[in-house]
């Protein structure tokens, strides 16, 4: 799936995989690795202020490997204050050796943060991957507490597996949550902390593997993006080349007061290099030239489906009626890659004649909705999508037989056969108006160029955002940055792929 690129695949594991692979090692001390990783972590983290490190520990699992954080900030002289609940709680035998163990130090615990003038470090360790309902008191209080004393004392908070209140499958915050600067999440990395509100929650992600290769017990569920799944498409061009080796890009939209957002899509394509653009504007009253991109070649719908296109893109800027669901029908027979966003969508959501034609197509069909868009296919709510993001996408794309990029928070790809993937890549900046048919028009321009069809999704996926935070990273924004700024920055990141690739 995958080339031999210098970044690996990152693997995801859902909570249940996780079981498995630890039922597999039941004979490894597992406890007592996390907890050797976690202080390692810690030590680097601890500020230099000779105040004590604060230590919640949980009632399961979670709380043991806490106690064996402990154990090793106590050998290294440390002063813990172990904060803990549940001493009469029947705990596993892993998390019960690792309490009497702390004990046996000679610590001890409070129920009850105490007062101290500050803290060098907060470490979370109340409830780990398996969390599914709402954390009420006392650990409630403990959670809205502790982040208050982070905040209070700009200290750093370490999260060990997931920070408490998150579920680590679907990155749903259940309130109340952690709010870590630092996750260390153990055996591999689940797919909760990054996408949804894991990304707010999180902090900075660290993986220790607890000396297990988690990919040789069972076939990863999913992966994070990076170049490494579409890097054998990233090739210099020849000197020797034209414009027709690049293909001829069709955008399809743009009707009355929404010429806008056909115009940044067929500007992406044009920018992402497309041999030849041509945009069929639904606005009678649009111009004939686009005077910014006087490269764009507009055409009536007519022309623009009678031109041999390599790929066609509807739905920026479309308004779903009648009119439109007849050209879209007309649309899905033709033989060629299709991008359906926005309107195209809408107008899928309620046609089922065009859900039937849809789904009988040979030809590549990718579809970018979304949640509201991906609620309306689905016959949902924003809410339930967002609170089961992957499930959601990989519905669309069996119910469509397409590949699907559900935006959002980490965007989830997904496709037919189940496979899916988490873009890391994006920030803030691109909640912006048109965002999305930047993307549209990344993904148009790819597909033009002859990347395969899920390698088109995940290169443009992954460039969207990283446009987004190159932008950032010059100090501009994320608060107000125009969908528009997007295109020269993807530019700029698809050629510095492509010459590192070279390289």
Request: proline content about 6%; glycine content about 8%; aromatic content about 6%.
């Amino acid at each position: 799936m995958f080339s031999d690129a210098p970044n690996p695949p990152v693997s995801l594991y859902l909570t249940s995989e996780i079981r498995r692979i630890e039922a597999d090692a039941a004979s490894l001390s597992l406890m007592e690795r996390a907890g050797v990783a976690a202080a390692q972590l810690a030590l680097s983290l601890i500020k230099d202020n000779g105040f004590p490190v604060l230590i919640l520990a949980g009632p399961g699992n979670n709380g043991g490997d806490a106690f064996s954080v402990a154990c090793h900030l106590k050998e290294h002289f440390f002063d813990v204050q172990v904060v803990f609940l549940e001493e009469e709680k029947k705990r596993s035998p892993e998390a019960e050796n690792a309490l009497q163990k702390f004990r046996h130090t000679g610590g001890s615990w409070h129920t009850r943060i105490p007062e101290m003038p500050s803290w060098s470090l907060i470490i979370d360790g109340l409830f780990g991957v398996g969390l599914k309902q709402a954390i009420t008191t006392p650990y409630a209080t403990l959670i809205e507490q502790a982040n208050i004393l982070a905040k209070q004392n700009h200290c750093p908070v370490l999260a060990l597996d997931c920070p408490s209140g998150l579920d680590a499958e679907t990155g749903q915050s259940l309130n109340p949550t952690i709010s870590a600067t630092h996750t260390l999440t153990f055996i591999g990395a689940k797919p909760g902390l990054y996408t949804a509100d894991g990304p707010d929650y999180c902090g900075r992600i660290h993986t220790a593997s607890l000396g297990m290769c988690p990919e040789k017990i069972i076939k990863p569920s999913g992966y994070i993006i990076n170049t490494c799944f579409f890097s054998d498409c990233l090739l210099p061009r020849k000197r020797n080349s034209h414009k027709g080796l690049y293909g001829n890009a069709g955008l399809l939209g743009g009707s009355p007061s929404m010429i806008g957002a056909l115009l940044l899509a067929a500007r992406s394509a044009l920018h992402l290099g497309c041999g030849r653009v041509y945009a069929s504007l639904l606005d009678k009253r649009a111009p004939a030239v686009d005077l910014i991109q006087p490269e764009l070649m507009f055409r009536s719908v007519e022309h623009l489906l009678s031109t041999d296109l390599s790929v066609l893109a509807c739905g920026p800027g479309l308004e779903p009626d009648q009119k439109t669901a007849r050209l879209l029908k007309r649309c899905c027979h033709l033989d060629i890659p299709l991008i359906l966003d926005a309107g195209a969508l809408s107008l899928l959501a309620k046609d089922k004649d065009l859900n039937a034609l849809l789904i009988k197509r040979t030809a590549p069909t990718l579809l970018t909705p979304h949640p509201a868009e991906a609620a309306n296919l689905l016959e949902s709510t924003v809410s339930a999508v967002q609170s089961h993001r992957i499930e959601a996408a990989l519905e669309l794309a069996a119910r469509y037989k397409a590949h699907v990029a559900l935006k959002g928070c980490g965007t989830v790809v997904a496709t037919p056969d189940r496979a899916w993937f988490i873009n890391t890549t994006g920030n803030p900046a691109l909640a912006s108006a048109g965002s999305g048919d930047v993307l549209t028009g990344i993904a148009t321009a790819l597909l033009a160029q002859k990347f395969p069809p899920l390698k088109a999704l995940l290169a443009a996926v992954h460039m969207h955002g990283f446009a987004a935070d190159t932008i950032v990273a010059k100090g501009i924004g994320p608060v107000g940055i125009p969908a528009g700024d997007l295109i020269e920055s993807a530019r700029h990141c698809f050629n510095r792929w492509i010459r590192e690739v070279a390289h």
